[in-house]
């Protein structure tokens, strides 16, 4: 009896053993509810359980200071209402965008990319749309036309679409006119010669010309670069040529000596190794005078969390020198469902996060120029008017290198940057070095 | 009581079973496709020894991760643990306030590398680092050096980040001293042994195989260094500060070149056994002293 009882026991703690193990590897997120944090993952529930709710799975880089946290916040409430009897968005926060793209490239090779993505920005379609759905069957005729050409054309690949654009990449610099007088300085430079007088006016009245930064993919600074490497035909077909292999041209090794003097002479002692956010910082303090970023840092000049009261009457947008500006498509939302009930669930978001309404809410809450042509609005910051009419008068319009270059590229020119900046490698040995990780794909 | 086999099998066979699930099949998918060419899109074809090939004979970047893996190895295994040894040692002697210190010591040790890439960059900031004002006071005129991505001091900046902070070496080492049989202590003072004389031919001799397992724990976490890197370097300036832990996670995820950079997970595990192995057989872990 004693024996037989010890046995039992024995298989019951086997199994629970078991159970417990296994049970642990396969866990699911399965929270239902009114929408909380837990965690990091939030799940927003309509509330309503009759009938199935699909479920969507979108992890987003909008929380915390990005500028599009609020117009996502917004927008995610707006859906739920709409659709709370259907769909289940289960919002993963993961904040940074270059921590986004990891995380997605990490789910990418596990073949278990989500929903719905959205990098705002990053290109992540050559690398990965073996994974995601090829939307072209679901827009049609109406929905393409609504849309400028270009932002098609940056999320389509072989005439195929991948991605669905909510948003223009419109970027051109911003200037402190106050400091610009302190110097002497009435308007934005023409040529690229004017604009390093201007630095050395700038210098001279002791104001540090330029942001810059190196790390992550050096943004503020690869905005220069480009807008460098455009100041001619040659260098402005460079700056639309999709996954270029080859760095080694003649714009390309000009624009990076320019790049060279600017971390050399007029930019502040934090930008080697410094992250997009010092740049800014140092904007915001008016440590610097110009910085070169897009219409989505436009709400951030009226946060009194971030400057001192008026600091937006202060700033001043323009277009690079040679009249160039970025004026391009950005990568929109792209879709990984499974299944098609997955898929219905995901366009329907997606429909809804791009649609007119959205876009005209995240042109009046961030500034971010929408995708869609008709799209207009009296209540937005006037900076957002002065970037939209700079785009139109623009005689170069390029795209920015993260949308169009290849990833480990991208990767590769911020671990560049600081031995270019302190010359250590030379113009040419940078643009070799682009060229050789470029190779590599 | 006897011990049945069947029951011991039954109660083991969980832990095998995940074990194999996670570990033993995992690594064996790792090793197969080392010798493929395996990349993002769908490419995935057998290339022998071409991943192993291209690595040593044409890889610049794979040599300088090498390198700077077996440096930091070889410093960590050590000047790490020399460091933890000679605080233990003079921990052992119950210095007034002994406790305090080994808990400061400890510190570093117990936050987050996240935690502690954040805190080392604002402390080498070349605009207002700690390391540099302190410079300025001292010297009484602007310093300022940008200590992470000098190509000339970036490598040293890196390895300041872990080379000094031997808690773990301290604690175990300490743990392995305090328990050394007295009698032998008493013998030796007896005799005539001054402090040092015991601390150097006695109690280091008795702690070999806890000295040795410290070896063995600071060269092996320096194959699998990561956070400290990507946080604050990257790798960078180029590739100075790279190492292979680093080089392999950006092969994976930005490269998308899976084959290769499952190649370099075959060598972190082939350099990480003769570590072991090696390590044993120096400081002759299987003997016993007493």
Redesign the interface.
Known sequence: MKRGFRKVV??L??GV??IS??SG?GAKNNETGNKSNTGNTQVSDGGNESGKIIEINFPTSWVGVSSSTEWFNDRLKAFNEQYSDKYKVVVEEIAGDQAYV?KI??L??SKSLPDVISTGGYNLID??K?QMVDLTPYVDDQWKKSISEVCWDVNSRDGSIYGIPYSRQVIGYFYNKDLFEKAGIKEPAKTWDEFFAQCDKLLAAGITPVSMD??DSGWLTSLLLGAMIASNDEGETFMNTSLPKNYNTKEFIDAAGMIQKLFQNYT???A??GKYENGASNFFMEQTAIIANGPWMISDFYDANMVEEGFSDKIKTAMFPGDVMYNSGKIGFNIASKSEEQLKASLDFVKFMTSADSQLKMLEMTGEIPAEVNVTSDNIYPLVTEVIENSNKAARNINDFQSLWY??VV?EI???Y??L??G??TPEEFAT?LTKAAE?? | MRVKKR?MV??L???IL?FA??YLIPMGIVFVTSFCEWK???VFHFVGLHNYIEAFVNDTRMHQALKNTGIWALLQSTVHVGIGTITAFILSRKIKGWKILRTIFMIPNVISAAALGVIFLNVF????GLLNSMISTLSGSTF?K?W????NTAFLTVTWSWLLYAGLVMILVLAGVMSVPEDVLEAARIDGASGLQIDFKIRLPLVRTILGTCVIISATSMLREFELIYLT???????TTLNLPLYLY?T???????GYANMMGVLLIILGIFAVFAINKLFRMSESDY
């Open positions: 024995g298989v703690l086997i053993m078991a193990m296994l590897c990891d490239k990490v990418y090779s690398s990965m073996d190196t790390a502040t002692q934090d080697i190794g990833a480990n990767d911020s671990i560049q600081p031995l900046a302190q250590q490698i070095a590599k794909n | 029951m039954c109660f066979l969980p832990c995940l699930l996670i993002s899109g769908g900031n070349p605009k207002y300022s940008n992470y991505f000098d190509q370097t990257n790798g960078g300036p180029g590739d950006k994976s995820l930005t490269d998308n070149n899976y």
